[in-house]
């Protein structure tokens, strides 16, 4: 069973910043929440990963609530080649720490 | 830089047939995945490798088996394909050992795919 809840679709206008939410309420306090994304045809790219704490890359924003129930990964501003399929995907790391990919945001970004 | 490497890109086989898919990374990464991707589904763990010479079995192992000699290189093989294993396969690597808050992370890096069609 996903262990994650993602919306199946979203549009974004290029340009502005799009913020995809994640529902993780059964996450534990040794999992951490990692955002993949997956631009067609291509293997799939980590963008960020979180514990407790808001992260922030050189490629998006992490804001995590602070129950840990859930997260919203935020793309600062849109281009169009940042449409492709976000996963948001719980994980304990190391030996135990295969990733669950559930079906994903499809985020397309429009001009 | 060559980071992680998939071949072939694009394989055509029969049912019946052997077909080895190759993964090789060039950043001495020790745990090393394989997954397929099929519409509907998406990415479904086929097995992964901790270290050379230790592989264990992900949620759809059947019909492959996987060998890790040398730790950078992490075959597939369909010992004979269905046309069920038609899909596109993708291979992962991960570095154990990037500790975060003092819990060690896994943060997965994929190659290209493979895109296989049993006819």
């Known amino acids: 069973d996903a262990k994650t809840t993602q919306p199946p679709s979203m549009d974004c206008a290029e340009g502005r910043a799009a913020n995809l939410p994640c529902n993780h309420s059964?996450?534990?306090?040794?999992?951490?929440v990692y955002w993949y994304r997956q631009i067609h045809s291509q293997g799939p790219q980590y963008i960020i990963h979180g514990l407790k704490n808001n992260e922030t890359n050189e490629m998006a924003s992490l804001i995590i609530t602070e129950d840990r129930k859930s997260s919203t990964l935020i793309l600062p501003h849109a281009t169009l080649r940042d449409t492709a399929v976000y996963y948001c995907i719980v994980s304990r790391g190391g030996s135990q720490g295969n990733l669950i990919f559930g079906k994903g945001t499809k985020l397309s970004v429009k001009p | 830089d060559a980071g992680i490497t998939q071949s072939p890109r694009y394989k055509i086989t029969e049912t019946g047939r052997q077909v080895t898919l190759m993964c090789h990374q060039t950043w001495s990464h020790s745990y090393m995945f394989w997954y397929r991707q099929d519409l509907g589904h998406g990415l479904r763990l086929i097995y992964y490798s901790a270290a050379a010479d230790i592989t264990d079995k992900g949620e759809v192992p059947d019909g492959y088996v996987v060998s890790r000699s040398k730790t950078e290189n992490f075959p597939l093989t369909l010992e004979s394909a269905t046309r069920s294993q038609t899909s596109v396969y993708f291979c992962?690597?991960?570095?154990?050992?990037?500790?975060?808050?003092?819990?060690?992370?896994?943060?997965?890096?994929f190659g290209p795919g493979t895109r296989l069609t049993v006819l």
């Open positions: 059964t996450i534990s306090g040794n999992e951490y």
């Open positions: 992962a690597s991960s570095v154990e050992g990037a500790p975060l808050g003092g819990v060690v992370t896994d943060t997965q890096y």
